[in-house]
């Protein structure tokens, strides 16, 4: 038996400090042999710097991070992009582009590729994702026991239509970016461990991570504000695939805590 723990967007400096504290504690609560976690937002809700960035995959209980749509929002992202092979990027942005969209990583005797892909409906245009799957699965396939994606989209309709496009090939498909988990986890007819929205990793008490009143304020004028990430409670969300000793999905469990204020 192998478990793979995914843990949503980490938003801000609450979701590292959360990550930080509660992570390893959660992959031993879990019996996880390898987590995986988004750090898009990880530095104040809006992509993550390269100091950032050291402070997590220095941690020692997370072997890989996948990001997003905003994980160029910080000017200096490209230095650690090139520097570590644990952190991720969309696979299907443009080429020439800094980093990579997949690795494959060993735990455990356990070969693990790990995808990061963006959807595209609501969201940037970049390469189709569903092209850009096939494309790396044949490479994938060759060096990995099993196949994992994290599929960072809007729209929940394109999150499952990947996930049944993928299933009988990657062994589990979540979906991140909306912050809100969902309750739809299930091992789709091929295998496949499959969940629309692991959550996110950050303020409980906020709209997706942001200071409420900020975007109710935005909503009631119409106009934007600077986002700040709320304050208060913390939460933690992802999921577990448990795979068999044939590599097979034979279940996807929810996990979700929450946590006084931390910082």
């Not at 192998?2 to 980490?10: K, T, V």
């Amino acid at each position: 038996m192998f478990r793979i723990m995914a843990l949503g967007d980490i938003f801000g400096r609450s979701g590292r400090a959360a990550i930080a504290r509660y992570s390893g504690e959660l992959k031993k609560e879990y019996g996880a042999d390898m987590v995986i976690a988004n750090i898009e937002n990880a530095s104040g809700g809006n992509g993550v710097t390269t100091a950032n960035a050291k402070e997590l995959l220095s941690l020692g209980t997370i072997e890989v991070f996948t990001s997003g749509n905003h994980i160029f929002n910080q000017r200096d992202v490209n230095n650690i992009l090139q520097e570590s092979d644990r952190l991720l990027r969309p696979e299907n942005y443009p080429s020439p582009c800094p980093g990579n969209g997949w690795g494959t990583y060993r735990v455990k005797g356990v070969r693990v590729s790990v995808l990061n892909i963006s959807g595209t409906t609501f969201m940037d245009d970049l390469d189709n994702p569903f092209k850009a799957f096939d494309r790396i699965y044949q490479e994938a396939r060759a060096v990995s026991d099993i196949i994992c994606v994290d599929f960072h989209a809007e729209a929940t309709s394109e999150k499952i239509a990947f996930g049944y496009y993928a299933d009988g090939r990657a062994a589990a498909v979540w979906g991140t970016h909306t912050h809100v988990q969902t309750a739809d986890e299930r091992v789709l007819p091929g295998g496949e461990g499959y969940i629309t929205d692991i959550g996110m990793c950050g303020p409980l008490d906020g709209v997706i991570g942001v200071d409420r009143d900020i975007i109710i304020k935005g909503f009631l004028t119409k106009r934007k504000g600077r986002h700040e990430p709320a304050k208060g409670p913390v939460q933690l969300n992802g999921a577990v695939f448990t795979f068999n000793d044939d590599f097979k999905c034979t279940g996807v469990e929810r996990v979700r805590r929450i946590y006084d204020q931390i910082v």
